[in-house]
């Protein structure tokens, strides 16, 4: 079956520090990855989306970056983090009809 | 662009009763798909019903359905003999499909809540 990882659950960073979440798919080939922000009380924003290796589309400018190095495997960093990237932050993938969100990190910028 | 409203932040009801989420989107596409998506305390986002557009029948999940207005680009989940697991965020959410990828828009959300 499929199952998708994402790591760390909770994450605390001070103003200007790098940025690195990692998340992982299982049970599946050449899927779809989508990085999704959620700031308090709202719903979720897509930030980054990937339909293969190496290949990121970005849909909201910001701080951040996306990268993918392997087919399964989908990275959100930032070089210098903002109070402003506080929020949860939610991986997904897709494949066909089917989308699945990882249980998410929650940073806070301190 | 496309935009999803859910003008309802906030519902209640009693154990065992009925409650009906309200949700309407903007899209000038004609094939699309829509979702209602819980979210718990946890925070984990889960599936609970999917309506493609162009189908007129309204989806069901169990004690889970959804009215389907395509005309008037409404879409509402049911919820009966609500229980008191029901209680979290709900999110309606449109997917389109760009270069391969399927992008979700989601609405604001609406936090249900279970009275015993």
């Known amino acids: 079956s499929q199952t998708i990882h994402q790591w760390p659950a909770t994450l605390v960073q001070p103003v200007g520090s790098p940025l690195s979440l990692e998340c992982t798919v299982e049970?599946?080939?050449?899927?779809?990855l989508y990085w999704y922000r959620q700031a308090a009380g709202r719903g979720l924003q897509l930030l980054f989306y990937?339909?293969?290796?190496?290949?990121i589309s970005s849909e909201v400018p910001q701080n951040l970056s996306a990268s993918r190095p392997q087919d399964r495997q989908f990275i959100l960093s930032s070089k210098k983090l903002l109070l402003s990237d506080s929020g949860f932050y939610l991986c997904a993938w897709s494949v066909f009809l089917g989308y699945t969100f990882g249980s998410g990190t929650r940073l806070t910028v301190v | 662009a496309q935009t999803v409203t859910q003008s309802q932040p906030e519902m209640s009801v009693q154990e065992a009763e009925t409650v009906t989420l309200s949700c309407t989107y903007d899209t000038s596409e004609s094939d699309y798909y829509l979702f209602w998506y819980k979210q718990p305390p946890s925070r984990q986002m889960i599936l609970v019903i999917r309506q493609e557009a162009y189908k007129q029948q309204n989806a069901t999940e169990n004690r889970f359905s959804v009215n389907f207005q395509k005309a008037a680009k409404s879409f509402s989940l049911k919820i009966s003999d609500s229980q008191l697991g029901d209680a979290a965020m709900y999110f309606c959410?449109?997917?389109?499909?760009?270069?391969?990828?399927?992008?979700?828009?989601f609405g604001q959300g609406t936090r249900l809540t279970i009275n015993p």
């Open positions: 049970g599946t080939s050449n899927p779809n």
């Open positions: 959410a449109y997917r389109r499909t760009i270069q391969g990828a399927q992008k979700l828009v």
């Open positions: 990937s339909v293969g290796i190496g290949q």
